[in-house]
């Protein structure tokens, strides 16, 4: 007996499945060796580190010699080539562990730079340039400055090397992955030339980057390439669906005890922070990031090759390459994109009974429609869409725990959009 999960389709859309099915296949097959590189090097250093029952037993109170705390930190350094890692489940976002990395660098009277134009919403809220919270940078007397990205979403670098000039400047920032703007996430291929622009035009300047959504997605990461530091999230990429909260930041010793001091206190930095239960979460979650996010970047890929059949506007395209688990859908108009975006909620683990209805979110300028059928809330390695009601009304789709999921959501997404009332 064969078995369809299409059966219920309508024809038209069945055609289109396996239309794209057969379009995509090669670029899955890339993914798949993707993985396995990212995956080998995960596991030898598991080998490396000796890993052991030992290491997952938590600690409490001030997480006095936390010894599975310091080599899961040292197993992440080495992952990213840097010195140390704070990897705590202190953080409650990966907002707040860039919020620490960067405050931990600048002091009042110092700039802060972005070279890929506006960061996005909450990290504007960090810089006091929204919102009226206080704590903010402006608050203590840190300054901000960026340079637009040119039309076509490029680094405009004639201009960025005049900004540049300004010796207030201490910290550049590069954000990855895209937020809220309209631009493409930058490529290692694309970060490695602004590593390369910085280092020559400021070489005494600290290098911050945003790597939120990009762990795993590529080979290489960017202090491979001389990033001072770099932040993500454990409930995103690095976490596999599996840690419930935390972030990470990893780069340069000194730096991270920095940043030690500031999450924690002078003092005693880095060396304290208890890790409760959260230990065996953060190693099984690095240890199956690889394919999780494979998974989450394959489903990606026919979200953008299924939608740009639909005759909808994609970035990227299914056979661009990928830096990211993020996918972008354009519908020029609120409604399908609202519509769009409450199907996936309908095919989701957790909710799926719940209509998104857009809604004022703290650290947000615009309405904000969001589907997260989540196991762990906030958690877009799963799979999960959200945008700002504001033109060309684009949906941010990302994650995706396994390929399969994806494509059943996306599919049924597709159906009740525009095959459903007609």
């Not at 997952?56 to 006095?64: D, F, H």
């Not at 490529?187 to 300047?205: A, C, Q, S, W």
């Not at 230990?279 to 979650?285: K, P, S, V």
């Not at 990031?289 to 059949?309: D, N, R, S, V």
Request: hydrophobic share 35%; proline share 5%.
């Amino acid at each position: 007996m064969t078995f369809s999960w299409t059966e219920d389709l309508p024809q038209d859309l069945k055609e289109k499945v396996v239309k794209v099915d057969k379009k995509i296949a090669g670029r899955l097959n890339e993914i798949d060796e993707q993985v396995l590189y990212n995956q080998q090097r995960v596991l030898e250093l598991f080998r490396k580190h000796r890993v052991g029952e030992e290491d997952l037993v938590p600690s409490t109170g001030y997480g006095y010699d936390d010894m599975g705390r310091d080599k899961i930190e040292a197993i992440y350094a080495d992952y990213f080539k840097t010195g140390d890692a704070l990897v705590r489940p202190q953080f409650s976002s990966a907002t707040q562990a860039i919020s620490v990395g960067l405050f931990s660098m600048l002091r009042p009277g110092d700039t802060l730079y972005y070279l890929t134009g506006m960061p996005y919403d909450t990290i504007q809220e960090v810089i006091g340039l929204a919102g009226d919270k206080p704590g903010n940078m402006k608050e203590w007397g840190i300054n901000f400055k960026h340079t637009d990205l040119l039309e076509n979403g490029e680094v405009d670098y004639e201009q960025a090397e005049k900004d540049l000039q300004d010796k207030s400047i201490k910290v550049v920032t590069i954000q990855r992955s895209l937020g809220y703007a309209v631009r493409a996430s930058f490529t290692m291929e694309k970060i490695k030339k602004m590593l390369k622009f910085i280092k020559e035009v400021r070489p005494d300047v600290k290098i911050f980057v945003d790597n939120c959504y990009g762990e795993f997605s590529e080979t290489e990461e960017p202090t491979f390439y001389g990033a001072d530091m770099l932040a993500g999230s454990l409930f995103k990429n690095a976490g596999a669906g599996i840690v419930k909260g935390g972030a990470f930041l990893a780069g340069k010793k000194e730096l991270i005890e920095g940043a030690g001091s500031r999450l924690n206190v002078p003092g005693a930095g880095k060396g304290e922070g208890a890790t409760w239960g959260y230990l065996r979460d953060i190693y099984q979650g690095f240890f199956m990031a690889p394919h999780t996010t494979g998974e989450a970047i394959k489903g990606m890929i026919f979200t953008a090759a299924l939608c740009e059949e639909m005759g909808m506007k994609v970035a990227p395209k299914w056979d661009d390459p990928r830096t990211d688990i993020v996918q972008t859908v354009t519908f020029g108009e609120p409604d399908p994109m609202v519509k769009f975006c409450a199907a996936i909620q309908h095919y989701s683990p957790m909710n799926s009974f719940v209509d998104p209805i857009p809604y004022h979110q703290d650290g947000y300028e615009d309405d904000v429609v969001m589907a997260s059928g989540s196991f762990t809330e906030g958690s877009t390695i799963e799979l999960s869409s959200d945008g700002p009601l504001r033109a060309p009304y684009r949906l941010y789709i990302q994650g995706g725990l396994s390929y399969a999921h994806d494509k059943i959501a996306i599919t049924h997404a597709v159906e009740e959009t525009f095959y459903k009332n007609k």
